[in-house]
């Protein structure tokens, strides 16, 4: 099982992904490439539920700012899942 993997793990991240993983029984990671900031928080809540983890390249997000990564973490938390 995932949790039986991370037992045997050192890091911490690849630990914390494998429990998310094992918790929610989902191993969907998915990229978020849009433009915008509402765009991507509005996506990220919407499939948070359903995924272990979020890639996003937020360097391409026009209208970035800090609000959009503390805002981030908070969905992070809400759903479970890592950026």
Known sequence: TYSQKAASLDNPVAK?????MEKKKTNLSVALDVTTKSELLRLADQIGKSICLLKTHIDTVEDFDADL???????????????
Do not use: P, T
């Open 16 to 20: 914390k992904l494998l429990q998310i």
């Open 69 to 83: 990564i503390q805002q981030l973490q908070s969905l992070a938390e809400k759903h479970e899942f890592l950026i």
